[in-house]
């Protein structure tokens, strides 16, 4: 017999063998274009993979990107996401910027600052979670320390990528800080309240939440036993957290973007009205941590972090432009930047959903 031969058994009487033979047909050829019908028209195999890279360990705050993923809705939106652990806010950035990642989420002004040093490698913000300034120094209750002053000639812990280390300079210099006179080290971010409550340091880098619930996990009361320096106390009312992507994804992928952050501020506002459903899809990830202390975690970022006087007028999401332009222009002044970045090259809102579709407040149980 040839190697190839037609067989003269009708179609007709082999059900099933004419649409497996067109459907291998349509899949080899892309379709047939004279007739209207295409192999798009079959159930879409492939998704756009995405991988994101969050700020830090799996935890109640990161709650919206888990359940977008298990309600479906970053599927929905033709996007395959596969979601990774972090290392810290400021660590998120190059991580991207070097192509491992094409999103991450992680503090915008480390990306300013990779902005203003190499705009063509910098990741473009695209939705903003963090809308009020985290960033703080801690110290005990009976610390001699009170005004940012007392910081000289003292010692002050944090790990490496944390993003209130990375913005002291900055912090220095608007507070009248000699940091010259600051003795700065790092450790594990498992170790700096251990350090800080044994005197081995003299004050901790953190962000306010993170270091209450670390303090808590300790058995201290962060109310009674510690005290806050808060940089946004001292003038620097800066964003925080922000979702970004790799610059040449978002050339190359405008709709995987889109439907990336549509997908996000959707879960964003299911995490809001019901934050027991997002803790839920954290445990998924992480069984051993505790519930209800990843659930009070949550509520506190919401109210603590998330909750500037500016999302009743432009929505969660959203930034206000004149005060990205102070904010890039402490963070470069500051870090003696070579250039001051725009706004719009840090920020795109182009991807965002119509301001009617975003959150207008963050009080946990709102519709």
């Known amino acids: 017999m040839p190697a190839f031969q037609l067989s003269s058994t009708p179609f007709a009487s082999r059900p099933g063998r004419l ?4 459907a291998a047909a349509l899949l080899a050829a892309g379709g047939f274009a004279a007739g209207g019908f295409a192999a798009s028209a079959l159930p879409a195999a492939a998704q756009t993979p995405v991988k994101l890279v969050l700020n830090w360990k799996y935890e109640g705050p990161q709650a919206w990107f888990f359940l977008a993923q298990d309600r479906g809705y970053f599927k929905a939106e033709g996007l395959d996401v596969e979601i990774d652990q972090g290392e810290g806010s400021a660590a998120s950035i190059p991580k991207v910027a070097a192509g491992a990642y094409q999103a991450g989420f992680g503090d915008v002004n480390a990306l300013i600052d990779l902005s203003a040093r190499r705009p063509a ?12 300034p985290p960033f703080t120094l801690v ?10 002053a007392d910081l000289e000639g003292k ?3 944090g790990p490496a990528n944390d993003g209130a280390l990375k913005l002291f300079p900055a912090f220095a210099r608007i507070a009248k800080v000699d940091a010259a006179k600051v003795n700065i080290t790092n450790m594990a971010p ?7 409550s044994r005197g081995q340091i003299d004050a901790a880098f953190g962000y306010v939440t993170t270091v209450s619930f670390s303090a808590k996990a300790m058995g201290l009361d962060p109310a009674k036993d510690l005290r806050f320096i808060r940089y946004g106390d001292h003038g620097m009312d800066l964003y925080s957290n922000t979702v970004f992507f790799s610059r040449s994804f978002a050339k190359e ?5 889109q439907g990336f952050v549509k997908a996000l501020n959707r879960a964003v506002k299911d995490v809001i009205a019901d934050p027991d459903a997002g803790v839920a899809a954290v445990m998924k990830r992480e069984p051993l941590l505790k519930r209800d202390v990843e659930k009070e975690k949550l509520l506190a970022t919401l109210r603590n972090d998330m909750s500037h006087p500016e999302v009743a007028r432009i929505g969660l999401g959203d930034i206000d432009l004149e005060r990205m ?3 890039i222009a402490i963070v470069a002044e500051a870090n003696q930047l070579p250039r001051l970045p725009a706004p719009e090259e840090v920020f795109d809102r182009g991807f965002l959903p119509a301001r009617a579709e975003r959150p207008s407040g963050t009080q946990a149980g709102q519709p």
Do not use: C, F
Request: hydrophobic letters at 40%; proline letters at 11%.
């Open 121 to 132: 490698d910098a990741p473009v913000a695209v939705y903003m979670l963090y809308n009020t």
């Open 139 to 148: 110290v005990k209750k009976d610390s001699p320390i009170r005004t940012p």
């Open 19 to 22: 649409p497996r033979l067109l």
């Open 155 to 157: 010692t002050i812990g």
């Open 325 to 327: 332009k102070r904010a």
């Open 253 to 257: 992928n405008p709709k995987a973007v």
């Open 190 to 196: 498992n170790l700096r309240e251990q350090m800080l």
